[in-house]
């Protein structure tokens, strides 16, 4: 009997659940790269992340990801400000036992400060040793964008 949770020390967000895309773009971060002033004091916030989830908690880093239609871009670390587990707005019906918890029927959302944001170098690299190349932005025959051919 009882919940399913995770206890995660990675936040992997897509533009839906509330990565930064509009601020943080791969190729606008080669040209001019994103530093951490250009982020000082801001607080951003992630919603609607399916299953009840815990991140490491402040000062404790987490890796952060943009996930790109299933491929995952290293970015950096954050550190939680704030997390927030709920009923999925979406959630139509439980499966299994009536005695566990399903965890479609969560969702987690937050708030984040940025500790630390990669150089598009490292990025690349750690983007590419960190991941199985399925999972990449610059891994394997089916990755995203011009960058899944370099």
Do not use: C
């Not at 895309?21 to 001019?32: T, V």
């Amino acid at each position: 009997m009882g919940s399913v949770l995770e206890i995660n020390d990675t936040l992997q967000l897509t533009t839906a659940e509330g990565f930064p895309a509009g601020l943080f773009e791969l190729d606008r971060h080669r040209r001019d790269p994103i530093t951490l002033d250009h982020v000082a004091g801001l607080v951003f916030e992630f919603k609607n992340k399916v299953g009840p989830r815990f991140f490491h908690l402040d000062p404790v880093r987490v890796y952060w990801y943009h996930n790109i239609d299933g491929r995952w871009l290293a970015w950096g670390q954050v550190v939680m400000q704030e997390q927030t587990i709920s009923r999925n707005p979406d959630f139509t019906a439980h499966e299994g036992a009536i005695n566990v918890s399903d965890p479609k029927q969560w969702v987690t959302g937050g708030r984040y400060r940025i500790l630390k944001i990669y150089d598009p170098d490292y990025q690349e690299q750690f983007t590419r040793k960190d991941l199985p190349p399925e999972l990449s932005y610059f891994g394997g025959p089916a990755a995203t964008g011009k960058a899944g051919n370099l």
